[in-house]
């Protein structure tokens, strides 16, 4: 079992920055990759990104050169710097373990004024 926790999210305008954090606990050696899903107002959720146990990274494309995913050793804690913030990215931010199954937090909603 793997608890997840995530913080940080509010209101900023846009071109602004949040950094989101995601504090993890339990079973945190059978952790495999760990993601940031968002999921805005009637859209689906989906992955903004990855990270795995050796730091590999993957982003969508949305974000792209805008948002770092980076983690403390050995799963800790693992943060989403946002730069540059758009309106669309409004929406509530999930932290997501992958550990022999889906682990998810209870989300924290980022939105971005224009």
């Known amino acids: 079992q793997v608890q997840l926790v995530e913080s940080g999210g509010g209101l900023v305008q846009a071109g602004g920055s949040l950094r989101l954090s995601c504090a993890a606990s339990g079973r945190l050696f059978t952790i495999y990759a760990m993601r940031w899903y968002r999921q805005a107002p009637g859209e689906e959720r989906e992955m903004v990104a990855r990270i795995t146990r050796d730091d590999t990274t993957n982003y969508a494309d949305s974000v792209k050169g805008r948002f770092t995913i980076s983690k403390n050793n050995p799963w800790n804690t693992i943060y989403l710097q946002m730069n540059n913030l758009k309106p669309e990215d409004t929406a509530i931010y999930y932290c997501?373990?992958?550990?022999?199954?889906?682990?998810w937090g209870q989300g924290t909603q980022v939105t971005v004024s224009s």
């Open positions: 997501n373990a992958y550990a022999m199954g889906d682990y």
